[in-house]
């Protein structure tokens, strides 16, 4: 089974401009969530889409928004990007359930400057 | 608003050694409870879960953990550590009605010494 894929791997950007990071879904996976990894921290919930459509969402500004789109696969836009969004963001791909298991990708690391 | 502390960001072991790593959870209601590793420039990989049912946990790699919901606690253990067990480890907790939405601890960083 394929496992989940970001890209880029990295990505270097200038404050004020806009990203869009690229997720692609484990096979039979209908969930993705969006997680921030901040250098030395633990990450931290940005979003979640079902069947397309974004359930439930964490303490991050309007700035930040996603998409899912049929085949489950998802982006992750930042617009007007600040210093202090570099970090790693992190893809997992999911069934819809409480206990069901979060499958990570690799990450995509970004700087701003 | 819920929070997962993980004490002590960074812990040296001796490989044979013991392995323990702390986790306390904050909710009014039983959560879900995970441990996940991260080897470096990777994503996370789930270790182990409780849900319900069994308080102790079995995983991967002989990992196992214990659910005390009188502590509030969800500790991870290895009775003899291994080399390749260095890595960062997070707790993280189900996010109250949030499905499998989860909060993550700040992690703690394993090193494993000959």
């Known amino acids: 089974e394929t496992g989940v894929t970001q890209s880029p791997t990295h990505l270097i950007k200038t404050r004020g401009q806009q990203v869009t990071l690229r997720c692609s879904s484990q096979?039979?996976?209908?969930?993705v969530s969006w997680y921030q990894q901040a250098l030395g921290q633990g990450p931290q919930f940005i979003f979640q889409?079902?069947?397309?459509?974004?359930?439930g969402r964490g303490n991050f500004p309007p700035r930040f928004s996603g998409l899912q789109f049929p085949n489950y696969s998802s982006e992750l836009n930042v617009n007007a990007l600040e210093l202090d969004d570099s970090a790693l963001y992190l893809c997992?791909?999911?069934?819809?359930?409480?206990?069901?298991?979060?499958?990570f990708g690799n990450g995509t690391r970004l700087t701003v400057t | 608003a819920q929070s997962v502390t993980q004490l002590g960001s960074h812990v040296s072991v001796s490989e044979g050694a013991l392995v323990l790593l702390r986790c306390n959870y904050s909710?009014?209601?039983?959560?879900?409870l995970f441990w996940y590793v991260q080897y470096p420039n990777q994503g996370l990989q789930l270790l182990l879960k409780?849900?319900?049912?069994?308080?102790l946990v079995k995983g991967i790699n002989g990992f196992e953990a214990e659910f005390k919901k009188s502590e509030t606690s969800f500790h991870l253990t290895k009775p003899s550590a291994h080399m390749s067990d260095a890595a960062e480890y997070f707790c993280?907790?189900?996010?109250?009605?949030?499905?499998?939405?989860?909060?993550f601890g700040t992690g703690t960083q394993l090193k494993v010494e000959l």
């Open positions: 997992a791909s999911s069934l819809q359930g409480v206990d069901s298991p979060l499958h």
């Open positions: 096979s039979g996976h209908n969930t």
């Open positions: 889409y079902y069947r397309e459509e974004e359930n």
């Open positions: 909710s009014s209601v039983p959560p879900y």
């Open positions: 409780y849900t319900t049912g069994a308080t």
């Open positions: 993280a907790q189900s996010q109250t009605g949030g499905g499998n939405k989860l909060t």
